[in-house]
C-alpha cells in the first residue's frame, strides 16, 4: 500500500507491506531511484517482515524541497519510523541509500536493529567522475543530484570519522564489477563483507545471491 507521511517538515511518499506484528524493515533505494527499486524484494520481504520502503526527499512523489544534506536526509527516515511506531527496524540501503543508513545509525544507533549496505559510495572523496549534464528525466530533482554529488566529490570528514562509530551488526556487499571499492565496510568495526559477481546494482543483477546473503544476515 502506497500512504504519505508528513514528517521533518516534508512528505514522504512510501510503500508499507507485510504482517504488522512482524520485525520492521526499511529498504533505500539509490540515486535517482524510488520505492519501485525494490519490487519483487519488497514483496519477499514482506512474506516475513514489515516492509517500509520510502521514495526519498528529491526522488518519485515525496518532495522536493531544494536542500539535501546527507544527515538531513537521515533525519527524514528516523521520523518515518517514529510515524510507523517502529522504535528499531533492520535497515538495508542502495547506494546514496547506504550512506543516508550509515547517518541513521551513527545519529540513531538505538533505531537500527542490523544494517545492510548495498554497494555505497567511499567516504573518501570520489575522483575521476565526469561532470553532472542534466537531461529530462523528470523522476528526481536535478538539485538533489547536484548537491549529493557535492557531498560526494567533497565529503564531510565527520561521515568517514562516524562509520568507526557504529556499533550494530552490520552487512556490507560490495559488487566485483562496481566502480566503488569497499572502503565504507572497512572503516564500520567488524562489519562483515561479502563480495557477489555484480556491478553497482547488486539487487538487480544478482537478486538471488542478494536475498539469499541479506535474509541469512536478518535471521541471525
Not at 85 to 96: E, K, N, P, T
Not at 120 to 147: K, N, Y
Request: with cysteine; net charge negative; aromatic share 4%.
Amino acid at each position: 500500500m502506497i500512504r504519505d507521511a508528513h514528517v521533518n517538515g516534508i512528505k514522504l511518499v512510501y510503500r508499507e507491506e507485510g504482517d504488522p506484528a512482524a520485525p520492521p524493515l526499511l529498504l533505500l533505494h539509490g540515486r535517482t531511484a524510488d520505492h519501485n527499486d525494490w519490487n519483487g524484494i519488497t514483496q519477499r520481504f514482506a512474506a516475513r517482515r514489515h516492509v517500509f520502503v520510502p521514495d526519498l526527499r528529491g526522488h518519485g512523489a515525496s518532495d522536493r524541497p531544494g536542500a539535501y544534506p546527507l544527515p538531513e536526509m537521515a533525519e527524514d527516515v528516523a521520523a518515518l519510523l517514529d510515524h510507523v511506531g517502529a522504535a528499531r527496524a533492520a535497515v538495508v540501503g542502495h547506494s546514496l541509500g547506504g550512506v543516508i543508513a550509515c547517518h541513521l545509525a551513527m545519529r540513531h544507533p538505538d533505531r537500527v536493529a542490523r544494517l545492510v549496505l548495498e554497494d555505497p559510495p567511499p567516504a573518501h572523496p570520489l575522483t575521476g567522475r565526469p561532470p553532472l549534464v542534466e537531461d529530462e528525466s523528470t523522476g528526481f530533482d536535478w538539485r538533489m543530484m547536484h548537491d549529493t554529488e557535492r557531498q560526494l566529490l567533497n565529503p564531510d570528514p565527520a561521515w568517514a570519522e562516524g562509520l568507526t562509530r557504529i556499533t550494530v551488526p552490520t552487512l556490507a556487499l560490495s559488487g566485483t564489477q562496481s566502480p566503488f571499492e569497499p572502503d565504507v565496510a572497512a572503516r564500520i568495526p567488524g562489519a562483515r563483507l561479502v563480495r557477489i559477481e555484480a556491478g553497482h546494482l547488486i539487487h538487480m543483477d544478482a537478486r538471488k545471491e542478494f536475498l539469499q546473503v541479506v535474509e541469512a544476515f536478518l535471521d541471525e
